[in-house]
């Protein structure tokens, strides 16, 4: 059974820093083909935040504060810079495998106050 286990939210103000990570378990190191990192704010849909896979991608509204990065094979590090408020979400690890199967964590809340 394939898990994946959050950490690193809270409460920050504006221009402060957090950062979150996610290890999986459960699953064959070789079978992963991308962890990543997505958000949903109330009110608005999932959408991805940073994927890192074969290639590296970025929300355009992220790109230059947020940096993605695999510690190791099954954990996977969201670094956030610059906080704003809009980047008030749940942001949920995913885990994407060569298999074609997807893998959700429960979620973590990140508030950023102005």
């Known amino acids: 059974q394939v898990q994946l286990r959050e950490s690193g939210g809270g409460l920050v103000q504006a221009g402060e820093s957090l950062r979150l990570s996610c290890v999986a378990s459960g699953v064959i190191s070789s079978n992963i083909n991308g962890m990543g990192w997505y958000r949903q704010a109330p009110g608005k849909q999932r959408e991805l935040v940073a994927l890192k896979g074969d290639n590296t991608k970025y929300l355009d509204s992220v790109k230059g504060r947020f940096t993605i990065s695999r510690d190791n094979t099954k954990k996977v590090s969201l670094q956030m810079n610059s906080l704003k408020p809009e980047d008030t979400a749940v942001y949920y690890c995913?885990?994407?495998?060569?298999?074609?199967?997807?893998?959700w964590g429960q979620g973590t809340q990140v508030t950023v106050s102005s």
């Open positions: 995913h885990l994407h495998t060569r298999t074609g199967s997807d893998y």
